[in-house]
């Protein structure tokens, strides 16, 4: 079947040979069975729409817009794309199912004859142990950290740059699907390190090995000489080019750590001037934290309801700046009555999303009250919610039943924060109380990187994230859209752009026929009246 738009008959002849290769492996194996046919189905469905766009195809943002396509196909169909602008062959179903391998029985080390042995031993090993395909995100990894230049240590770069770099490759994803990538290749194929002092990113010597392989799917066969064989350039030999030098190199997002090594830091935690814990004295709060020896301050916060920065003052042509950064711990805070509210009225989602789009890497999900409390919801669908939260989107979900269980755990995790402050700066807050007191909770243990990536200026996060005064009318019109079953954000994104008002999408819709509805011709006056009159008469 031809598509309705000639340009994209690669695209699908690619994706057909992709649910050949998926039929293939659902009928040679025997697990799973209703797993695969369900990638099948997805993948037909993918194909169908694909077929009936009349628009030009051209990214895997393009192909999440139409139906049927997510997030796992879009970036499927992105890798698609970019192995047919390179000019690669889209990879080809087997003509028969897999056989198994017959195992040879081992060979008697006496009957192996000493040369293959001594030339078993001693050949190089030529292909790399991890070689990530191309168009996936390692090989975006990898290929964009050889493109910085990041080899060790010392040239380590940190995420923001690393996603700026993928992306102008070509990545079409976000740090929320790079950040299980970037564990995998550090902590599995061991290609891709961490600094110690930031927690940077750099490529291991066998990352180096496989950014080789990357390269040649890339440009062919790799023919550059090694570094430590070129011979000293003659005086008529002209030097390499490098962009270093051009005016070009400060567009490169490339974070330079600042020089602290003899200052003197003080950790401070932030308290959001909405935050208390008695109306009549909202200063309670702040006064406990502080009883508890919590450097604490209250401000106007754009984003969480408690944060933590770290400040120093500098010297400056005779002058002290006070220059403050946003350490990678945020907390939001809420009253069981209010959690239920903010899910009724969207506000919960909302503030997970604005959260995760934070960048920073620990957000603490606190609840104060009893789940029993008699609220819109009930406490099964708060413990839902709550177990959704931990396990979705990766938030430490801590349940405190008091206001003084708030200050102790709070106290507690200001305390692990100036701790691992103090082990890599000179920090002036006083040292943690030994006097008995509850333990720490146990999910801190894995508070181990807070020290941030990219030293973030916390007046430019606080600005980054101010909430705007009021949504537009078109916003309005997408948020309504969505209320509608089966209509996503970029559904109703793409539906606001093509027709921006009701009428428009109604005329639309009129001159469409053979639609299946789901409402009766009096119910269809009814909506059309309701929604495109412009004044209503009380009856």
Known sequence: MACANTANDALAAALEKVIEAEVLKSASSHRNMGNQNHVVANYKRALYSIRHCDNVIASGEDAKKLKGIGNFIGQKIQGILTRLSSGEAPPSAPAEPPQPKKRKAPLATEQVPAKERTAATQQPASTPKYRPAKGKQPWYVLVALAELEA????????????LTRMKSLGFTGDLVQLRPCLALLVTTHKVVARSSVHGHLYLTAEGLHSVQHCRRDTTGPDKRPRVDAVAPAGPSEPEPFRWATTNLAKLEPKIVPLAHGDDEWEVVLLLDHREMLSRRNPAVFERKLLEAHVTCEVRALHLGDMLWIARRGRQDQGRTVVEEFVLDVVVERKAVTDL????IDKRYTEQKQRLAESGLRYVVYLVEGSLSTETAIGAAGLRTALTRTQVLNNYLVHHAATADETVAFLAALHWHVVGAF???????????????????????VDFTQLLPMSWQPYADFNATFRKKAAPSAGELYQMMLMQIPGISAGRAQALGTAHPTFASLWAALATESGLPARVGAGGRQFLSTLLTAKSYAST
Do not use: F, H, K, M
């Open 422 to 444: 103090r082990e890599s700066y000179r920090c002036r807050n006083c040292a943690p109380p030994t006097s008995a007191g509850p333990p720490p909770p146990a999910p801190l």
């Open 151 to 162: 080899s060790s240590a010392d040239q380590s770069v940190d995420l923001c740059s690393l």
């Open 340 to 343: 239920a509210l903010s899910i």
